[in-house]
C-alpha cells in the first residue's frame, strides 16, 4: 500500500497497522491487544497522497480457508474478520478493510473501519466514485458499484473511480460500513 | 451554539472547542494542526441539564466558494477530508454526512465536523421537524435537513430526539447523530 497507517493512541505503541500477530492462548503466547479494541492511526507516508487519519480495529482471522488478504473486505462476525461474500449478504455484521494478512486463525491483526484507504480491493469492474458499493456475487473479498440485489453496503462509497484495468486497486472512505441487507437495487 | 463541546482527547493534548476553525497553507509551512480525518472526543461544557454528554467529531478542510461552509449547524457531506455544503443534487452519493462545528468557509480553512453524539445547534428549515422521523436533504436550501419526505434525498443515521418548529436562521434544532450517511433511496419510506 502507499499509505503508511500508524497507531497514535496515547495508550499503545506506535504499531504499523500492517502488523499482524501470531497467537496461541493455550502455550502462553496471548493476543498482544484485546480483541475488537478501536483505534486510530495516521498516515505517515509525506506529500499530497497522505490519507490523514483512519479508525481500525483488531480481529482474529477466521481460518485458512476463509483468510483474508491486505485489502480484501471483511465481515467482523464477533471478533473474527471474515471475507464478505454474497452468501452473507443478508447478515448485518460490520464491514471493514483487512490492513494486513489475516491467514490463519491464531493470527490477529487491524481492519480499518473508518476513514480513506488506497490499499482496498475490487473487481476487474470500474468503480465510480461516489456511488453505492456492493458485494461482489462471484469473488469473496470484493466489492463493486454495478448493483446487486440484495447486496448494497452502507457507510462505503470508492473516493476515486477506478477503471476496470486498476489490477483489482481502489481507494475508498470508510464510514463504518455495514451491509444494507436491502432487496431493492438502488 | 447553546452547546459547549471541548475536546478531550489526549491524542490532542490541550482541550480545543470544536467552533474554531484553522487557516493554513501547507506549502507556506503552515500544515493543519491536526490530522484530516482524524475523529476525536469532546465533551459538552455547559452546565445543567441542557448539557447534551460527549460527541464525536472529525477534522475536516473547507470547500470553496458556493459549496462553503458559512456557518456552524449546517449539514455537509465529507468527501475524502473535505467538508461540502451538503446539497440535494448530491443525493445519490454515498459520502458521509455530519454538521459543522465552525464555518469551514474556503479551501484554506479546516475545522471540525460532528457525526456522532447530540447536536443542538443545527439549523431548521421553517418546518415542523417530526421526533424520530427519516431526514431529508431539502431542494431550495444547502445545508439543511427537513423531515418531510424528498424522494431520493434521505440520510440514514440521524434523527431528532424532539419535534421543534424553527425558522432557517434559528440554529437550534437538536439531532441525535450515530455516523450517518445518504442511503440514495429513490423510494419514500
Known amino acids: ?186 | 451554539m447553546a452547546a459547549n463541546f471541548i475536546v478531550a482527547d489526549p491524542i490532542i493534548g490541550v482541550p480545543v472547542p470544536v467552533s474554531q476553525t484553522y487557516t493554513f497553507n501547507a506549502t507556506a509551512g503552515s500544515p493543519p494542526p491536526f490530522p484530516l480525518g482524524l475523529q476525536v472526543q469532546a465533551v459538552d461544557n455547559q452546565s445543567g441539564s441542557s448539557n447534551l454528554g460527549a460527541g464525536r467529531f472529525q477534522f475536516c478542510q473547507g470547500y470553496s466558494t458556493a459549496s462553503a461552509v458559512s456557518s456552524a449547524g449546517q449539514w455537509v457531506q465529507v468527501r475524502g477530508n473535505t467538508a461540502w455544503l451538503l446539497l440535494h443534487a448530491q443525493s445519490s452519493s454515498r459520502f458521509p454526512v455530519g454538521v459543522a462545528a465552525g464555518p469551514l468557509s474556503n479551501t484554506n480553512v479546516c475545522g471540525w465536523v460532528q457525526v456522532q453524539g447530540m447536536a443542538d445547534y443545527v439549523r431548521g428549515n421553517g418546518v415542523d421537524l417530526a421526533a424520530g422521523n427519516p431526514l431529508y436533504i431539502i431542494a431550495a436550501t444547502a445545508g439543511v435537513l427537513q423531515t418531510v419526505a424528498s424522494a431520493g434525498a434521505q440520510v440514514f443515521g440521524a434523527a431528532a430526539p424532539n419535534s421543534a418548529a424553527l425558522a432557517l436562521s434559528n440554529g437550534s434544532w437538536t439531532v441525535q447523530l450515530n455516523y450517518p450517511g445518504l442511503i440514495g433511496l429513490s423510494a419514500l419510506i
Request: a neutral charge; proline letters at 3%; glycine letters at 12%.
Open chain 1, 1 to 186: 500500500m502507499a499509505a503508511n497507517f500508524i497507531i497514535a493512541e496515547p495508550f499503545m505503541g506506535a504499531v504499523p497497522v500492517t502488523q499482524t500477530d501470531s497467537f496461541d492462548v493455550t502455550a502462553g503466547s496471548h493476543l498482544k491487544h484485546r480483541l475488537g479494541l478501536q483505534v486510530r492511526a495516521f498516515d505517515n507516508q509525506t506529500g499530497s497522497l497522505n490519507l490523514g487519519a483512519g479508525v481500525f480495529q483488531y480481529c482474529a482471522a477466521s481460518g485458512a480457508a476463509t483468510s483474508a488478504g491486505r485489502g480484501d473486505w471483511v465481515q467482523i462476525v464477533g471478533r473474527s474478520a471474515i471475507p464478505v461474500d454474497a452468501a452473507n449478504s443478508e447478515s448485518r455484521f460490520p464491514l471493514g478493510v483487512a490492513a494486513g494478512n489475516l491467514s490463519r486463525s491464531d493470527v490477529a491483526g487491524w481492519v480499518q473501519i473508518q476513514g480513506l484507504v488506497d490499499y482496498g480491493k475490487c473487481t476487474d469492474s470500474a468503480v465510480v466514485a461516489g456511488n453505492a458499493l456492493y458485494v461482489c456475487a462471484g469473488t469473496t473479498g470484493l466489492l463493486l458499484s454495478n448493483s446487486v440485489n440484495g447486496n448494497q453496503v452502507f457507510g462505503a462509497v470508492a473516493f476515486t473511480s477506478a477503471s476496470s484495468s486498476a489490477s483489482r486497486a481502489a481507494s475508498y472512505q470508510l464510514n463504518y460500513p455495514r451491509m444494507l441487507g436491502s432487496t431493492q437495487a438502488f
